[in-house]
């Protein structure tokens, strides 16, 4: 619904004096930015005490009774009014910015109504690094008690919560027997004992469960799909929906409990292509992944652990031709993903700390904090942009993934400057997504020649610095084409005579490409060999990693 933004100055204007989420400002002029980001933290944490929606602050009307408009000059072009949404985002702990920022005019003055959104649940807004609060008509520090207030909905664990109705056969039997293989992975010492717990001790070992009691986490990660009824309110549900280049949906599923086994049949949806490059005079590797598997899986994970069930809403994957979209309800409790990725440690709240654990437990996720830089780390070792996370709609998180290179000079440059610190490789990322950099940074990039042209239209340097060691740093990324292995693995047998597959993938690792992870590297050599087989370069004795592989006699060799 459309807001009547003139019937709004009326309600506002009609409020008692001491309404602690409204506040009226002559602002005939300027207005101080710090001024401005105190009044947005204070007006926010007041209106999430106070229960409203949304806090408001009315520029250009006077304080004093009765109330008159007087008009304000402040920002008077919308492109100004657009980049101080931006600006304060850039200040605050969860980049909250105004929701809407109205222009009016009132008995033909010019009145602007800055539309602030209510502190996310159990999170203070901070302006800079510091929380405040309306007291009369000054802005102070929020006391003590009200943090306290905005922070309980975090201590009611809702994932803690036991279930009164739920017992051990609400739970599926294949997700507890896999919960116990990941178990194992994790405790690989406790392996034996493991397998003499019935399967209410392991469930209150793992701290799913409670002292034989079924948790919500426990329905949640083990439930069986029919006992996800169990959590109404609450709703427990991913959904995966596939949408064209026009956006039109074209295919979708729901996947509700357990989750533990419901991220793989996500992934399995998921048309995870294979990326080809150009060509080999654009320095990138021949092909690749579109999406990271690692990466995937983490961010579902993630998704589970943070979501806030309560709200009732569900987990949603959007995957689009180049992009996979997350969604999750709940606000990024350690507020900027920056702020993770510097600090590079476990936030010191979590919003289902029973679930989380339970998850660590599990082997599916950590709690040391690296997960969000791994990903960001594991983008960058494939050349391709880095994660987007979208925190600008309070109570929700979103990242997207894109599967294709926007710009080849970010990647040219990742490739030829691997010395680039992530802070740089994230400016860099945003400058070819087309986002703002703050001041210090444009000048460092502009002073290492990093980026070029003037702002607005800043864009990625087309001139590679001459470094030692760029042709072998491009060769160790790009790799070698497949001729130059199969001589490799030809001159190893000739030497060796014979050898098991992990010698020979021992000895090629190191030489294929960088852009590659473990698996993929893994992968690439075992067809490798079995292309060379086929061809009759190789003969196979024997099955699986102990097969002994030596060269086919000189009268089946084919050139290779």
């Known amino acids: 619904m459309t807001l009547d933004v003139h019937k709004k ?63 304000t000059r402040y920002k008077e072009s919308q492109d100004a009014l657009n980049k101080l949404k931006h600006e304060i985002a850039q200040e605050t702990n969860h980049q909250l910015t105004f929701y809407a920022i109205h222009e009016l005019l009132v008995e033909n003055q010019r009145v602007l109504l800055f539309q602030i959104p209510a502190s996310i649940n159990g999170v203070p807004t901070e302006w800079r690094g510091r929380v405040y609060g309306r007291h009369g008509e000054s802005v102070s520090p929020l006391s003590l008690s009200e943090i306290d207030r905005i922070r309980a909905p975090l201590r009611e664990d809702w994932s803690a919560q036991v279930c009164s109705s739920a017992t051990l056969a609400h739970l599926d039997p294949s997700a507890i027997e896999f919960a116990r293989s990941q178990f194992k992975e994790k405790h690989p010492k406790l392996a034996k004992d493991i397998d003499g717990w019935d399967d209410m001790t392991f469930l209150n070992k793992t701290k799913v469960c409670l002292e034989g009691r079924v948790t919500h986490a426990a ?33 979708y599923a729901h996947f509700g409990p357990p989750f533990i086994l419901g991220v793989n049949q996500v992934f399995s949806r998921v048309r995870n292509l294979t990326y080809r490059y150009l060509s080999s005079a654009t320095l990138f590797p021949t092909e690749v992944k579109q999406y990271d598997e690692w990466v995937v899986r983490e961010t579902l994970h993630n998704c589970i652990a943070h979501q806030d069930y309560r709200l009732g809403g569900r987990i949603n994957v959007v995957e689009e031709p180049d992009s996979l979209l997350f969604t ?11 702020n993770m ?11 289902n700390p029973f679930l989380a654990q339970a998850m660590v437990n599990l082997n599916m996720i950590d709690t040391i904090g690296s997960g969000i830089r791994r990903m960001f780390t594991i983008q960058r070792s494939r050349f391709f942009p880095l994660p987007d996370f979208d925190l600008a709609e309070p109570g929700r998180v979103k990242v997207r993934h894109l599967g294709k290179i ?26 070819q997504k087309k986002r703002p950099i703050d001041d210090e940074t444009f000048a460092r990039l502009k002073k290492w020649k990093l980026i070029e042209g003037r702002r607005p239209n800043v864009f990625i340097s087309a001139h590679i610095a001459a470094v030692t060691g760029t042709k072998a740093a491009y060769i160790k990324h790009r790799g070698l084409d497949k001729t130059h292995y199969k001589a490799l693995v030809v001159s190893f047998l000739e030497k060796f005579k014979q050898s ?31 292309e060379m087989r086929r061809e009759g370069t190789l003969t196979c004795e024997g099955h699986g990693p102990a097969a002994i592989w030596r060269l086919a006699k000189p009268d089946s060799n084919q050139n290779i």
């Open 9 to 71: 100055l009326q309600e506002l204007l009609a409020l008692p004096a001491e309404t602690e989420w409204v506040e009226f400002k002559a602002a005939r002029g300027e207005f101080d930015f710090d001024q401005l980001g105190r009044y947005f933290s204070a007006l926010s944490n007041e209106a999430c005490l106070y229960t409203q929606a949304f806090g408001w602050l009315v520029l250009g009307v006077t304080n004093e009774h009765p109330r008159h408009t007087c008009g």
């Open 219 to 251: 329905l949640v990660l083990l439930g069986r799909p029919e006992s996800s009824s169990l959590l109404i309110p609450a709703v427990a549900q991913i959904t995966w929906v596939l949408k064209d280049e026009k956006g039109i949906e074209k295919d």
């Open 328 to 338: 999750n309800l709940g606000g990024f409790i350690p507020g900027s993903v920056e």
């Open 341 to 351: 990725i510097h600090r590079d440690a476990p936030p010191e709240v979590y919003r």
């Open 406 to 431: 926007l710009d080849e000079k970010y990647t040219r440059m990742l490739i030829d400057h691997t010395d680039l610190d992530l802070d740089t490789i994230i400016a860099l990322d945003k400058i």
């Open 500 to 530: 098991v597959r992990g010698d020979i993938e021992g000895f090629l690792r190191e030489k294929i490409s960088d852009a590659l992870s473990l698996d993929q590297k893994t992968n690439r050599i075992r067809n490798l060999l079995q």
